[in-house]
């Protein structure tokens, strides 16, 4: 079976490419960085005027309807160009949530809005502790009104927040407006500042059930489904590193000779590549399984995002090794996918929790073979 991608959809990957090339360099990502801008918010408003938030939205919903394949790639550059825009957290997450599981006046209501970017969305799961179960969920949403806080990725930016609440002996999901006078947010710092993380706080404020989904069974949907986006997010970024450790290899010189003629060097960046492949493979499988709706998602999901989070992690590690002492400055921009690389392995639970997923879907997936 052939994984790759059509020619319409390298198209789309290209022109994002390019379009982030001029519009997010390094400049747009370090004034985010050092506290100049909460987002790129030209950034993000190009991308929406690309329709690149609605790639995959039917175009019922005002979307593009150009698929979850097309989607992936988008994530892919996204990634290799460190955006510090919150396309993950209201795109693969909030978007796809409704999409998923919103009522149809739901769906009316948000989709046009959230395609266009018009409004910013998040996912709200986090508490700030492991093992979160029915019983030990802190928020709670009882007679239309939700309290409770939460850790959220974008939260300092996002409009809308999509949350995960107790109600009763179960879990929902509710959709919270971020802006009512009831929500208190408070930025937390993190590895990686250009994402805006707050934590939020909900004080009976007015929300509304998304749908009649259960809460723990449409949560693991939306993060099997956004998992393979962020992990080609991940491959994008880890490329990037990799190419920025083998160009420094190539001009920089020591006793005469350029550095990546040595054997360490040539060694670790084998190794870079070969992560980077390995999880390349499984990302490609995973993006026919999201775009098919394959029974194998949850497997191919777990796979990609295990494979990708350690490829990312060990390329952009690496990379500021290749450099030596001037990659840890500030002044190199290695630390840019370091840091990404570390946020984005703890977003949607850590690489720990997605082993377990993986292990856990091996054996479903082959009795059903």
């Not at 090339?21 to 929406?48: F, I, K, M, P, S």
């Not at 590549?273 to 999201?290: D, I, R």
């Not at 990708?308 to 840890?328: E, K, P, W």
Request: hydrophobic letters at 40%; aromatic letters at 10%; one cysteine or more.
């Amino acid at each position: 079976m052939d994984f790759d991608f059509s020619a319409d959809e390298k198209l789309v990957r290209e022109q994002t490419g390019r379009y982030l090339a001029d519009h997010c360099g390094t400049r747009v990502v370090r004034d985010v960085l050092e506290g100049r801008a909460n987002y790129a918010r030209d950034v993000w408003q190009g991308l929406g005027q690309m329709g690149l938030m609605a790639t995959a939205l039917p175009e019922s919903y005002g979307g593009v309807d150009a698929g979850y394949a097309t989607l992936c790639l988008v994530a892919q550059e996204l990634g290799a160009h460190v955006a510090p825009t919150p396309f993950g957290s209201s795109v693969y997450l909030a978007t796809e949530a409704v999409l998923q599981f919103g009522s149809s006046a739901q769906k009316e209501t948000w989709l046009p809005r959230l395609g266009k970017g018009e409004v910013i969305g998040t996912f709200a799961v986090d508490e700030g502790r492991e093992n979160v179960s029915a019983k030990t969920l802190g928020s709670v949403a009882d007679g239309g009104s939700l309290s409770g806080t939460k850790l959220v990725s974008d939260g300092g930016i996002a409009d809308v927040a999509i949350v995960l609440a107790r109600e009763g002996a179960g879990a929902g999901l509710y959709i919270a407006d971020l802006k009512d006078a009831s929500v208190s947010r408070e930025r937390v710092d993190t590895v990686d500042p250009t994402r805006d993380t707050a934590r939020v706080t909900f004080a009976r404020t007015p929300v509304e059930r998304l749908g009649d989904a259960e809460g723990w069974s449409a949560l693991n949907r939306v993060y099997d489904r956004a998992a393979v986006l962020f992990a080609f997010e991940q491959i994008g970024g880890a490329q990037a590193a990799l190419d920025m450790a083998v160009a420094y290899a190539q001009e920089r010189f020591a006793f005469g000779r350029p550095i990546g003629s040595f054997q360490a060097l040539k060694h670790m960046m084998a190794d870079m590549y070969v992560a980077l492949k390995l999880a390349e493979s499984n990302c490609y499988y995973a993006a026919w399984a999201l775009a098919t709706d394959s029974k194998d998602l949850p497997l191919a999901a777990a796979t990609a995002r295990v494979s990708a989070t350690q490829a990312y992690q060990l390329c952009s590690r690496d990379n500021i090794q290749v450099h030596g002492g001037m990659g840890f400055t500030w002044e190199f921009d290695c630390h840019l996918y370091y840091r990404r690389s570390n946020y984005l392995a703890l977003q949607l639970g850590g690489l720990t929790a997605w082993e377990d997923k993986l292990v856990n879907a091996l054996p479903r997936s082959r009795k059903e073979k």
